[in-house]
Every structure is written in C-alpha cells, then in structure tokens.
DNA sequence: CTACAATCCCCCATTTGGGGGGTATCTGAT
DNA sequence: ATCAGATACCCCCCAAATGGGGGATTGTAG
C-alpha cells in the first residue's frame, strides 16, 4: 500500500453528489474511497468493518440520522478518525455543533473537488481547513462573545497582573515578566484584592474569572 | 480607482519581513499598500489619517503593545477594517484571544506569499481563512468543549475540596469544613494538582473554572 | 491642590507546595 | 477468590510564597 495513502469513506446520500465525489477520488491519488454510504447507520456499520479509515466525509441533511447525531458514533467507534463535514449547510448553529461535536473540517458543497482534495490533505498531515464563508462564521461567533463587557473595577497594570497570576506565576516572576520589583507586584496586589473585596488569590482568580 | 483594488497595512516589527511583504504586494494586483508601520502605536496614527483601508494585516510580537492589545483599538479607529493576524504565535491562548478581539483571519507567518495574497482576497470578499494549524487548535477548542460534561477528572472528594479552596479557604478551614485533617486536605490537593497537570492554586482554579 | 496609579521598601506570621512516609476500604479484572 | 489500583485518610520536614501591617516617592489627570 501506498504509504501516502489517505483512506477516506463518502457519507452522502445525494446519489449523483456521491458518486460524483467517489469517482473523483477514485481517480485521484492518494486518495482512496474505502466505503460509501447513504446514511450516518449504514455509515457506521461499514465502519466496524473497515479499521483503516482515516477520513470520513460526512453531509449534515440526511435521512434517517443526521450528520450532527452521526459524528460522536463515529468517533466513539474510532476516535482518530476525522471527520470531515461536507455539506450545504451554512448556518452557525449546525457549524457549531459540528465542530462541538469533534468534527475536524467543514467544507461548502460549493467547494471545487480540487480544493476538497486539498481540504483532506491538510486534514490528514494534522491541519484542519474552513470553507471561507465558515470561517466567517466563527470569527464572528467568537468577537460576539466579547462584546460582553465586563466591569472595569481593575486597571490596566492590574488586569496584567492578575493575568499572569491565574497562570500561576509567583510574586517574583510576575515581576521579572513586567520588570518591576516584587514589592510593587505584591503592592499591586493587595490593591486588587480590596479592590475585588477579597482577600486571597483563589477568591480574587474566582471573582475575575466569573464576569 | 479600480474597484477590485484591495487596500492594505502592515503592521510588523521585522523590517525583512515587513519590506519583503511590502514589495510583494506593491507588485501584485490587485493589492496596494497604503502603509507600514512597526508598532501599534504607529499603526494606528497612520490609521487616522488613512480611511480609505480595507485591511490591515497584524503581527502579535510587536515590542511595545503588543498585535492582541492592538485589535480592538484598530477597530475602534474603523470598525469596518478586517485585522488579519500574521504571526508565528499559534498557541491557542493568542488565537482565541485575537479572534474575540476582532480578527477575521488569523495566519501563520510560514505561510507562502501567494497564499497569504489569496486569503486576503477571501477576507475581502467577506470570507475568513485560517491556516490549517491555526485552524485545528480552533476545533480543538471546541471539541473540547463539549467534554465539558465528561470532564470528570477529579472525584468528588476533590471537587468538594476545589470548590472550598475557591472559596478563598485555608487548607485548614476545608479540613475543618469536612471534618477531616489538614494534612489530609493537603494530600487530596497534591491529586488535583497532579490531575489537573498543574502545580498551585492559581493555575487549578484557572484550569477548574475554564470548563 | 488632590486623588490616584504606579513604583518601591521592611517586618513577620501564616500558608503553600514538594518531598517523603504510611493505613484502610472498595472495586473491577483476572 | 484474589489482587492491582483507586480513593480517602493521616503524618513529618522544610523551603518558598503569600498576606497584612506599616511606610515612601513619583507622575499625572481632574
């Protein structure tokens, strides 16, 4: 066997899509089409009789199962396999759970068969690729997130300070990090703990982690 | 103007790399780079007198305030410019941290000058790209968590001890709390501490609070 | 001028973390 | 039935870190 060789599984159950990509692949080193499937069941059946997959590309609308429910059964069938989500469905919530789910890329149908391919080369040598418009997506569910604000009860020395205590650095080496003395730190702190009203580390790293 | 022309900055403190970019980019169309700079600081005062921006591409290592600090004050100027980070950070801490802030792209600094000219074509079409590593520490996050359930690293002994020790509780006053030793409690930490992968109360609060 | 952030210093008791050592149950796998 | 492993429990030593109490000087913004 070809060492390069990248074992893939098709779970689609758009006959004429599935076919087309198995074709392709068929026809395209390194790849090779272990098994196809037109739903996460069957899918899965076929997967405990083939141990040497190392991709599957799976769509998110099928009968029966979806894609969503299907992707923790294949992992928990085998877990170093990656899941490829291949599909047209672009909406936050299911790339989110995909990708919450263990899913490892998650790729446009619109993609051109050549940049899938490309897609699962990355995949296999450890990388993981987004279509751009799910990109998107993401960045933007994560500066949503942020817009939360949080109180400003620290100032900017501080906030740097309390940072690099959660990480569990000592008086002295939050020192060294920010070049001042380990009294000012300790000055610092205990600013911060009145600020915070509390009076240890642990309480002060629950009360900034909370907000 | 041509309509297609794609605007940008570079931000970034190595001048090989930054001038290299430069006259990569002066040569390719349909970009045109409207400044350089090696700071935030400087980033941004040319900033002001810049609106016609589409992108600014942004190293995290800058000496002074540093590319994640930047983001939002980036933003803040002109809410409409795309900060793409390029940089050869790629732990997880800097890529979540930059995309809260507002990154739409985040790409590794090995990656080839052709490749980084088409991200930023696919930024300016509204899309994201990620590289394939950055890419994977992001659905690594997310897979992670889910487990968030099954993060059932510690027994409930510990669990029990961990929520007293947040609350700002001595060792002693938890061995009080649970009618046991103090040196008991202390054993029972060490475990934490050794399960947890971390070695003092800063860090396993951190740790016991991000899931 | 005043308040406040940021910097620095000393003393000293308490807490912590890391290194040992141990016993008693309970559970799951052989 | 037994036995390894996990869990909970207890103890000692000692260096390092922490926290609380004093104090001080700058610079800056209101």
Do not use: W
């Not at 799976?58 to 599909?87: A, H, N, Q, R, Y």
């Amino acid at each position: 066997m070809n060492p390069i060789n990248i074992r893939i599984a098709l779970v689609e159950d758009d006959e004429r899509f599935r076919t087309n990509l198995k074709k392709y692949f068929d026809l395209t080193d390194p790849f090779e089409v272990i098994f196809t499937a037109d739903s996460v069941e069957s899918g899965l059946i076929q997967l405990e009789a083939h141990d040497d997959l190392d991709i599957v590309l799976l769509d998110i609308g099928l009968p029966g199962m979806s894609g969503l429910e299907g992707i923790p059964l294949f992992k928990k069938v085998k877990p170093e396999l990656d899941v490829v989500i291949l599909t047209s469905y672009e909406e936050e919530q299911k790339i989110l759970k995909a990708l919450c789910s263990g899913a490892t890329s998650y790729i446009s149908k619109r993609t051109r068969l050549e940049e899938i391919a490309s897609a699962l080369h990355i995949v296999h040598s450890g990388g993981s690729f987004m279509s751009p418009s799910i990109a998107r997506e993401i960045v933007t569910y994560f500066a949503k997130g942020q817009n939360k604000e949080k109180k400003k009860i620290l100032t900017s020395r501080q906030t740097e300070i309390m940072e690099l205590m959660i990480e569990g650095n000592t008086y002295s080496s939050i020192a060294q990090a920010l070049l001042i003395s380990a009294e000012t730190v300790k000055s610092h702190i205990k600013q911060i703990y009145t600020n915070l009203h509390v009076n240890n580390k642990a309480q002060a790293i629950a009360k900034y982690m909370a907000n």
